[in-house]
């Protein structure tokens, strides 16, 4: 089979991973689509088909990765799509469909992947609202059959105005949201937990997920950050205890094996949703990589404790004194083990690392960071491993 363009054989190749359940594949496929600049476009009610799809130079996410929807509940979708017109409102989605093929829990899958976004509610919202919108089915359905028995029925059934206390109801907050995107395809659309981190998480780790080679790196020690994706206690024909984990970063996925005496030292960081930072030693097989832990810290302590030297980046030129006291009065409040260094710099004349008499060691926390980038501005930090 020839493909017109390598966005077309990505759509193609997308759809055979989702098809056969290969949800590590997708999210291998989907960083090559960000990687060769092709956006990768959420799964949406009114323009998602069964596989992904090619839309204006994009990929448009098909609902054969969205868990819990089979074929038949998609094509039940796009009849009534088709039928509607497109829908305006998540209430649309209910006015003829067969509720026993899009149920309760395909809606909800939908809710969570972000389908229903493009209709102008929050997830929040819908989620809310979803005994509603199923019961207006419901009335929709009665009114539909007092129409066929009556000549002068009109069958026409409007959907309730949301109450004020929807109306102003808060999107779920960043972790919410990431977390029920897992729930419903297996991997982030809108975001990834691990993103805020990316940069640092470069300089702290050895390797990405996605870049362990099981040539080169087999039987090497290795250091990654990710998020428990998923854990399975064990144990041993000895009573003691152990685990699995996935291991996900932005890259993809690996299998970790904690056995008794390192899950002995680190099973309280080991829980589902938990960012990490592990070190341990890369058992590479083509279909079976794994890493043998060694150690597991929560990813923010890491930064902490694995950090070598802070540096401060100050530009001279219009600097107010009343600045430099504010970023003193900041550093003196998280002192700590890490060097600090100072690089004073003025542009296109030159550039100077020095240390400070008064202030030389500091706890290099996501905290101090945020509140020296606000004082300095952005990038202002750097932290070294």
């Known amino acids: 089979m020839l493909f017109r363009s390598p966005v077309h054989f990505l759509a193609a190749l997308l759809t055979s991973e989702a098809e056969r359940g290969a949800t590590s594949q997708v999210a291998k496929y989907i960083g090559e689509c960000h990687e060769m600049g092709i956006r990768v476009l959420p799964p949406d009610v009114n323009e998602s088909e069964f596989r992904f799809t090619v839309e204006g130079g994009g990929i448009r996410f098909g609902l054969a990765a969205v868990k819990g929807i089979g074929q038949a509940a998609v094509e039940e979708l796009v009849a009534a799509r088709k039928k509607a017109g497109g829908f305006r409102s998540p209430f649309d989605l209910f006015r003829g469909h067969d509720a026993k093929v899009l149920n309760r829990k395909a809606v909800e899958s939908l809710i969570k992947a972000g389908a229903f976004d493009s209709l102008g509610w929050k997830r929040s919202q819908c989620f809310h609202m979803l005994d509603r919108m199923i019961e207006f089915g419901h009335e929709a359905q009665r009114a539909r059959e007092a129409r066929q028995a009556s000549l002068f029925g ?46 640092r998480v470069r300089k702290l780790v050895s390797h990405l997920v996605g870049e362990l ?39 993809g996925k690996i299998e970790v094996v904690a056995f008794p005496e390192s899950f002995a030292k680190s099973g309280p960081y080991l829980r589902e949703g ?64 890490c060097p600090v260094q100072f690089e004073l710099v003025t542009p296109r004349s030159f550039r100077v690392v020095a240390q400070s008499a008064e202030v030389q060691k500091v706890t290099p926390s996501e905290e101090l960071i945020r509140k020296i980038e606000s004082l300095l501005g952005e990038s202002s930090v750097s932290v070294e491993y």
């Open 154 to 199: 009109s069958g026409a059934v409007d959907p309730p105005d949301l109450s004020q206390e929807v109306r102003d109801m808060r999107e779920w907050d960043e972790s919410h949201v990431l977390s029920y995107e897992m729930d419903a395809l297996g991997l982030y659309i809108t975001g990834h937990p691990l993103a805020r981190y990316k940069d």
């Open 213 to 251: 080679d099981p040539d080169k790196d087999f039987d090497k020690d290795v250091r990654l950050a990710g998020i428990v994706a998923s854990i399975k206690p064990l144990k041993t024909r000895k009573d003691e205890r152990m685990a699995t984990f996935v291991l996900e970063d932005l890259t």
């Open 274 to 337: 938990q960012l990490v930072w592990i070190k341990g030693k890369f058992m590479g097989e083509e279909d079976n990589r794994r890493v043998s832990l060694a150690q597991a810290l929560p990813l923010v302590e890491a930064f902490e404790k694995q950090a070598k030297r802070v540096v401060v980046r100050i530009f001279l030129p219009g600097l107010e004194d009343a600045v430099i006291a504010e970023l003193k009065t900041v550093l003196d409040g998280y002192e700590g083990k």
